[in-house]
C-alpha cells in the first residue's frame, strides 16, 4: 500500500534561515505529490503538488520542492523563513490508481525570531 | 467566491449519539472528499464523491460511518452510535473536476468530541 512519511514531527529554524522538511513516498508508480500547509483552526491550503511535468515545483510563499525518483523523495524548501511561515505541513500523495490521498503525518514547522 | 464552509464547526455528543456534519463545497465542483483527522495526525481519507455518486467509501472506519451527496453539492457525513475513539477532526473538500492530480480545497473542519 502507498505510505507518505515525513521525517521529523518538529522542525525549528530561525528566521531567515534555510526551511527544509523532508517527505519521501512508497510507490510502485510515481505518484501525484502534494504540500500543504495548515494553521491553527483552518483548513489545509495548497502549496505546490507535483504532477509529472517538472521535478522542480515552485508554490506559493516562496516554496519550492523537487521530485527525486531514485530516492522516492519530496522535500520542501524555502531559502528564507519568516515568522509567518509557522504552521503545520502535510505532505501527501495520490495515484493513478485510486481517488485516495494519502497523507502524512505532518510536521510542525517552528519559526524562532 | 466563498471556500468549503462546514457545519457545525464544533460538536460534542454523548457516546452512543448519532450525529451529522454537513459540508458544502465550492459551487460548481464535482469532486468533494471527507477527510478524519485525529489529534497529532495527517488527515486521513474516508469517502470520495464524483457528482452525487459516492466512488470510493474504502476509508469509512465502520458501518457505523456514512455519508451522502445527493443532488451533488451538500454532503453530510453521520456518525451512528458515536464511540470515544471517534472524537476527530472531520475535513471536507472538494475539487473542481474528478482528475486526480486536481487541487483539493479543504474547508476549516468539524471538530468532534465524544463523551
Known amino acids: 500500500a502507498q505510505s507518505v512519511t515525513q521525517l521529523g514531527s518538529h522542525v525549528s529554524v530561525s528566521e531567515g534561515a534555510l526551511v527544509l522538511l523532508r517527505c519521501n513516498y512508497s510507490?510502485?508508480?510515481?505518484?501525484?505529490l502534494f504540500w500543504y500547509v495548515q494553521y491553527p483552526n483552518q483548513g489545509l491550503q495548497l502549496l505546490l503538488k507535483?504532477?509529472?511535468?517538472?521535478?522542480l515545483v515552485k508554490g506559493i510563499n516562496g516554496f519550492e520542492a523537487e521530485f527525486k525518483k531514485s530516492e522516492t523523495s519530496f522535500h520542501l524548501t524555502k531559502p528564507s523563513a519568516h515568522m509567518s511561515d509557522a504552521a503545520e505541513y502535510f505532505c501527501?500523495?495520490?495515484?493513478?490508481?485510486?481517488?485516495?490521498?494519502?497523507f502524512g503525518a505532518g510536521t510542525r514547522l517552528f519559526v524562532k525570531a | 467566491g466563498a471556500g468549503v464552509s462546514q457545519s457545525p464547526r464544533y460538536k460534542v455528543a454523548k457516546r452512543g449519539q448519532d450525529v451529522a456534519l454537513r459540508c458544502d463545497p465550492i459551487?460548481?465542483?464535482?469532486?468533494l472528499f471527507w477527510y478524519q483527522q485525529a489529534l497529532g495526525q495527517g488527515p486521513e481519507f474516508l469517502t470520495y464523491?464524483?457528482?452525487?455518486?459516492?466512488?470510493?467509501k474504502s476509508g469509512l472506519p465502520s458501518d457505523r460511518f456514512f455519508a451522502e451527496r445527493p443532488e451533488g453539492s451538500v454532503s453530510t457525513l453521520k456518525i451512528q452510535r458515536t464511540q470515544q475513539e471517534d472524537s476527530a477532526v472531520y475535513l471536507c473538500?472538494?475539487?473542481?473536476?474528478?482528475?486526480?492530480?486536481?487541487?483539493?480545497?479543504f474547508g476549516p473542519g468539524t471538530r468532534l468530541l465524544v463523551l
Open positions: 464523491f464524483q457528482n452525487e455518486a459516492q466512488l470510493d
Open positions: 507535483y504532477t509529472s511535468a517538472a521535478t
Open positions: 510507490s510502485s508508480v510515481p505518484p501525484y
Open positions: 501527501a500523495a495520490g495515484n493513478t490508481g485510486g481517488f485516495k490521498t494519502i
Open positions: 473538500a472538494s475539487s473542481s473536476r474528478s482528475d486526480r492530480q486536481e487541487t483539493q480545497y
Open positions: 459551487s460548481g465542483h464535482v469532486s
